[in-house]
């Protein structure tokens, strides 16, 4: 009986130790898990961040569209097919409206792979709807998207009425550019926005998919869409819990970054100051971790920084149970930097 129980009490032992051994291989492979997923969902988001940053403003090249803040556009697939108004900028950074939300990246650039010079028209046309003759349309195809921004006079640079149309047709003997309604060119509005442009406009190729994506972080992912052809946000990168941005700016002329914020640009003049945008992500494990001893989570105690500040990620009461890592880069705008001159 006695060698019964003794035998009773080392089984009970060994079992404990067996579950203890097999709780701590769960942690530590919960944790790898989890630290690997992180590491590999931020570095994803950081590279597709990086290289829309790198190519932002390209065919953009002239200053004075920056002038354009309410760009109308219209794609006929869309809900709703007339676009909100926007700026022709390389990016623009909507600052979340508190500390545990979110800031927004827009990024917006030409896909055309052969002219990324402004043209201007030869004449006016007759109305809106008339063709655009061109002086040179030398790159244009079917289907490219174009920008038109009319200048108030040929002296005085400060753009009006810019809008987006498609090229419907390239009439043989001309350089006239025609941008007609149907269902295979979706991006012409019937009437053309009822804007008529003159021989101060400007015409800019955008090619055939132009990019204005819109990355934002919604139910713990980071999410984007590209702006003229889509409403429906696609998940890019998931367990992303917070993304912050900051425009870069010379503000004394010495060609040297000197205060990096979220003000937006008004001006064309203000946006010849930013150099850069400065863009980070904070990555979460996939799985919390268990709570400690006493019952509440101390996996993470501190909330995670960057070189603009601290997150706050209180919004999710149980935030302290999960591991985090934040990726931050600083991406020169090189398209803007180049064509200032």
Known sequence: MVELMVAVVIGMVGMVALFQLSKMAEGQRRSTISGSDAQSNGMFAMYA???????????????????????????????PSTLPTFPVAPV?????????????????????????????????????????????????????????????????????????AQVSGLPAGSSDIEHAASANYPYN????????????????????????????????????????????????APQIVQMRAQYCKDTDGDTATDACNTTTPATAADWRQVLSVRVAVVARSGQPEKPSGSGGCDTTTTAPTWQ??????????????????VFETTVPLRNQIWFQS
Do not use: H, M
Request: aromatic share 10%; glycine share 6%.
């Open 189 to 236: 509005k019937s009437d053309a926005f009822g804007i008529s442009f003159t021989t101060n406009a400007r015409v800019f190729n955008l090619g055939p998919s132009p990019v204005r994506n819109v990355y934002e972080v919604a139910s713990n992912n980071l999410t984007v869409r590209n702006f003229l052809s889509s409403a429906t946000e696609n998940v890019l």
């Open 308 to 325: 603009g500040g601290s997150f706050d990620l209180s919004a999710a009461a149980d935030w302290q149970c999960y591991r985090y890592r």
């Open 49 to 79: 961040l990086q290289g829309d940053l790198r190519q932002a403003g390209y065919g953009l090249n002239w200053n004075v569209l920056l002038d354009c803040a309410a760009t109308k556009a219209y794609n006929a697939t869309r809900t």
């Open 92 to 164: 623009i950074i909507g600052a979340a409206a508190n500390a545990t939300q979110s800031d927004t990246v827009t990024i917006f650039y030409s896909s055309s792979q052969q002219v990324t010079s402004p043209v201007a028209l030869s004449s006016s046309p007759a109305n809106a709807t008339a063709a655009y003759p061109l002086q040179s349309r030398f790159g244009y195809a079917l289907g490219d998207l174009i920008l038109l921004a009319e200048r108030r006079t040929a002296s005085v640079p400060i753009v009006t009425d810019c809008i987006v």
